[in-house]
């Protein structure tokens, strides 16, 4: 197998377009060409998870953090950062970061904080803008459900939890083929009329291309006539944090037990109690304090993040309860979803979790 295929099906559940402009995910070292001996995956590449990889025989290793993120002037192992650049390139590694593209996508960091808590009724809390396109195409009758079907298998057409929408309204086509073409029904020189189905789907605007080639694939028409839109609604799927229902109410302090539990945490760093009980969260893992009024706005009673800055707290303004409970809790379960997607895709493949604890952070009690 090669590290592209692995790659590739990590792509499906998160395309790179959807990752932030200040990101960098993908591919940091190595070639996606190379033969995949085994995947290590972890939360950050430092260079002791390289060595482990190495001692386990993985020329892969699956990353959350780039630990290439604000560009190298110098390599010459002065610092973390160099030094496991250098690891891995000394000892062909290649190091892939599935970063703000997985914390995008409601199946992603932020789904798996939720299922730890048991959320329901889920939604993203910052939708992500320009994420959607629609098509327009013209279709004789006849072919209008080949064409439909063909846009469908191409991805066309999903909206939350539905697939095959579009929308269809019949009218008349006209058309007069010019010396040179070849036309799939009426004559050369002469108007042809023809009752034509109108076929309207939205999609993902990152699938534009395939949704072309699978319309001019499939359409009838020598020259196909088609409209393409981008549209201001949202993605309801794609964008930062998710809200979420808890399956019964309950006080905030037997809330915050829970946390402490489900994360296995050793401290929790939060703005005063409200006295009111815990209904709806609002999670977002990693640094999320750019989504405080997002979790406000949508009504939450705790909104659970990290690395919230002192002057943050305030913005709470006693409506809601915000925890931080540190970077790495939030996202340590990362580890188990990167594990869990290719376990699935590649059941016979050897792919292997990280044993070692790469948190820089540390607590004294």
């Given at each position: 197998?090669?590290?592209?295929?692995?790659?590739?099906?990590?792509?499906?559940?998160?395309?790179?377009?959807?990752?932030?402009?200040?990101?960098?995910?993908?591919?940091?070292?190595?070639?996606?060409?190379?033969?995949?001996?085994?995947?290590?995956?972890?939360?950050?590449?430092?260079?002791?998870?390289?060595?482990?990889?190495?001692?386990?025989?993985?020329?892969?290793?699956?990353?959350?953090?780039?630990?290439?993120?604000?560009?190298?002037?110098?390599?010459?192992?002065?610092?973390?950062?160099?030094k496991a650049v250098i690891a891995a390139i000394r000892n062909n590694i290649a190091l892939y970061a599935f970063h703000t593209n997985l914390d995008n996508v409601t199946a992603g960091v932020n789904g798996r904080i939720a299922d730890r808590l048991g959320l329901t009724d889920r939604r993203v809390l910052a939708p992500k803008p320009a994420a959607l396109k629609k098509i327009y195409t013209f279709v004789p009758v006849e072919?209008?459900?080949?064409?439909?079907?063909?846009?469908?298998?191409?991805?066309?057409?999903?909206?939350?939890?539905?697939?095959?929408?579009?929308?269809?309204?019949?009218?008349?086509?006209?058309?007069?083929?010019?010396?040179?073409?070849?036309?799939?029904?009426?004559?050369?020189?002469?108007?042809?009329?023809?009752?034509?189905?109108?076929?309207?789907?939205?999609?993902?605007?990152?699938?534009?291309?395939?949704?072309?080639?699978?319309?001019?694939?499939?359409?009838?028409?020598?020259?196909?006539?088609?409209?393409?839109?981008?549209?201001?609604?949202?993605?309801?799927?794609?964008?930062?944090?998710?809200?979420?229902?808890?399956?019964?109410?309950?006080?905030?302090?037997?809330?915050?037990?829970?946390?402490?539990?489900?994360?296995?945490?050793?401290?929790?760093?939060?703005?005063?109690?409200?006295?009111?009980?815990?209904?709806?969260?609002?999670?977002?893992?990693?640094?999320?304090?750019?989504?405080?009024?997002?979790?406000?706005?949508?009504?939450?009673?705790?909104?659970?993040?990290?690395?919230?800055?002192?002057?943050?707290?305030?913005?709470?303004?006693?409506?809601?309860?915000?925890?931080?409970?540190?970077?790495?809790?939030?996202?340590?379960?990362?580890?188990?979803?990167?594990?869990?997607?290719?376990?699935?895709?590649?059941?016979?493949?050897?792919?292997?979790?990280?044993?070692?604890?790469?948190?820089?952070?540390?607590?004294?009690?």
């Amino acid at each position: 197998m090669k590290i592209a295929d692995i790659i590739k099906a990590l792509e499906m559940i998160a395309p790179p377009v959807y990752q932030e402009a200040y990101d960098n995910s993908g591919l940091l070292t190595g070639d996606s060409e190379w033969n995949c001996q085994a995947v290590l995956v972890t939360l950050d590449a430092t260079e002791h998870v390289i060595e482990e990889a190495i001692s386990r025989g993985c020329n892969l290793i699956i990353a959350h953090h780039p630990i290439i993120f604000g560009g190298l002037k110098k390599i010459n192992g002065k610092n973390y950062v160099e030094k496991a650049v250098i690891a891995a390139i000394r000892n062909n590694i290649a190091l892939y970061a599935f970063h703000t593209n997985l914390d995008n996508v409601t199946a992603g960091v932020n789904g798996r904080i939720a299922d730890r808590l048991g959320l329901t009724d889920r939604r993203v809390l910052a939708p992500k803008p320009a994420a959607l396109k629609k098509i327009y195409t013209f279709v004789p009758v006849e072919h209008a459900e080949k064409v439909r079907t063909t846009l469908f298998a191409a991805g066309a057409g999903r909206i939350g939890n539905y697939s095959e929408a579009s929308f269809n309204a019949e009218g008349l086509g006209t058309y007069r083929a010019g010396p040179g073409a070849h036309p799939f029904i009426g004559q050369v020189g002469e108007r042809h009329t023809e009752k034509e189905i109108r076929i309207e789907v939205i999609f993902p605007a990152y699938l534009q291309q395939g949704i072309l080639q699978a319309l001019l694939a499939a359409h009838p028409y020598e020259e196909v006539a088609y409209d393409l839109v981008e549209l201001a609604n949202v993605h309801p799927g794609i964008g930062a944090g998710l809200t979420g229902q808890l399956p019964q109410p309950m006080s905030e302090t037997d809330f915050l037990a829970v946390l402490k539990q489900q994360f296995q945490l050793q401290v929790i760093r939060h703005t005063k109690l409200t006295g009111r009980p815990v209904n709806r969260v609002a999670v977002c893992g990693g640094a999320g304090s750019f989504l405080i009024f997002n979790a406000l706005s949508s009504n939450a009673d705790f909104y659970i993040t990290s690395d919230i800055k002192y002057h943050e707290f305030f913005d709470a303004n006693d409506r809601m309860v915000l925890a931080d409970i540190g970077h790495f809790e939030s996202e340590q379960f990362t580890i188990d979803l990167f594990y869990d997607i290719l376990s699935e895709k590649f059941p016979t493949f050897a792919v292997l979790k990280s044993g070692i604890k790469t948190n820089p952070v540390h607590y004294y009690f």
